[in-house]
């Protein structure tokens, strides 16, 4: 692509999905190598396997705007739906599971992971968490760490939407995503640092994989990155959703931050840049309140409600909307904002309840809404 061609933007999906047993609603992994051939046999290599055995990846092909997105996305869960119930299971859709403890379950035998388990030991073992990737085509590698820098400011906002993962080993932890906290024991994981160019950025990776910290980019587990093999900004930040509107309404968000920030630089314009450091306060934030605390607006050096400043990014992507044709997708703010984030409405179910069993049901139903029976 040659520097200053408009990027494509087009659209990359994954989800990562827990495999639950239906009686105990505990994490179940006893069928996964025959259940992984079928499905590989039906997805080819759409369908990833993952560290942890009761862990499901699928990814979407290249879509060319959400529409196709939310078609990709409906078609592959109800493909992994369907496949876990053929082997007595279920499909359940949150960035950690309510009780299973993580020492219980078994690791995928895999070189790559083994060397994770070497190299971290119990911490990644632990880490047995559920996010959701998006990626976003931006085909110049210095437009697009252009996009990134600017963009780690808008990562607490649309995270704060994603939060589903209150519960920790059967725990309510009081943190909306307790896996983002699981996750940042991780190095090479959070809000990424400022890069000057594509170059700066190269320069860096190879400076790790000479002095043996990585063996390629893919280690590096940043909020957002450029993806070390794809041309695309992968944001990482969010929960996996429980409902697929969700999961697109997410998508939509990061696309259109990506197109306007990206017409901003086009006219020679831009975003102010703010430091790692305070863009990660507001990340803890939102991990802690979801929706429900406040954002500081780094700007005005402020405090406010999270809500509104929500409204304020709503007003700011405003313009691209229809130029992407995700208006109603992204206007599906205002319906998570009315029921609540996935964490909140698992903590509802708790208080209701009294047990965690009911909140897993609750996780399934919510991850199959929208598949048809």
């Known amino acids: 692509m040659q520097p200053g061609a408009t990027p494509s933007f087009t659209l990359g999906i994954e989800e990562e999905f827990q495999v639950v047993d239906p009686e105990t609603r505990e994490l179940r992994s006893h069928l996964q190598e025959e259940m992984f051939s079928q ?20 990814g979407t092909d290249i879509c060319k705007n959400v529409q196709e997105a939310r078609a990709e996305v409906t078609r592959l ?19 950690t599971h309510p009780f299973t403890h993580w020492s219980s379950v078994p690791i995928t035998d895999n070189e790559r992971y ?6 971290f030991q119990m911490i990644a073992r632990a880490n047995l968490i559920f996010g959701l990737h998006v990626h976003v085509a931006v085909e110049d590698p210095d437009t697009r760490i252009h996009l990134m820098n600017a963009g780690r400011y808008f990562l607490p906002h649309i995270f704060a939407l994603s939060v589903n993962s209150p519960f920790w080993c059967g725990t309510n932890t009081g943190w909306k995503s307790y896996r983002a906290k699981v996750f940042e024991r991780f190095p090479r994981t959070g809000i990424p640092d400022y890069f000057g160019s594509g170059a700066e950025l190269d320069d860096f990776v190879r400076t790790l994989v000479a002095t043996g910290c990585i063996d390629d980019g893919k280690k590096i587990w940043w909020d957002v990155r450029p993806h070390p093999y794809f041309p695309t900004l992968e944001y990482r930040i969010c929960d996996v959703p429980m409902r697929i509107d969700e999961t697109i309404c997410l998508a939509a968000l990061f696309q259109a931050v990506t197109y306007k920030l990206w017409r901003l630089y086009s006219r020679n314009q831009g975003w102010r840049l703010y430091r790692r450091s305070l863009i990660a306060e507001n990340k803890q934030r939102a991990a802690r309140w979801g929706i429900d605390g406040k954002l500081i607006d780094l700007g005005r050096r402020i405090e406010l409600p999270t809500e509104s400043l929500l409204d304020e990014l709503l007003e700011f992507i405003d313009d691209v909307l229809d130029d992407l044709g995700s208006r109603q997708e992204v206007a599906y703010v205002h319906e998570i904002v009315r029921r609540r984030t996935g964490a909140d409405r698992q903590l509802k179910v708790y208080e209701e309840t009294g047990s965690l069993p009911a909140v897993v049901d609750y996780i399934i139903a919510e991850t199959e809404h929208g598949i048809a029976s």
Do not use: F, T, W
Request: hydrophobic share 40%; charged share 30%; aromatic share 2%.
């Open 39 to 58: 499905g590989e046999q039906r997805l080819h290599d759409q369908i990833k396997r993952e560290m942890h055995q009761p862990v499901i990846e699928v």
């Open 77 to 95: 869960r109800g493909e992994i739906i369907s496949l876990v119930r053929e082997n007595g299971l279920r499909l359940a859709a949150a960035g």
């Open 114 to 119: 083994a060397r994770l388990i070497y190299d």
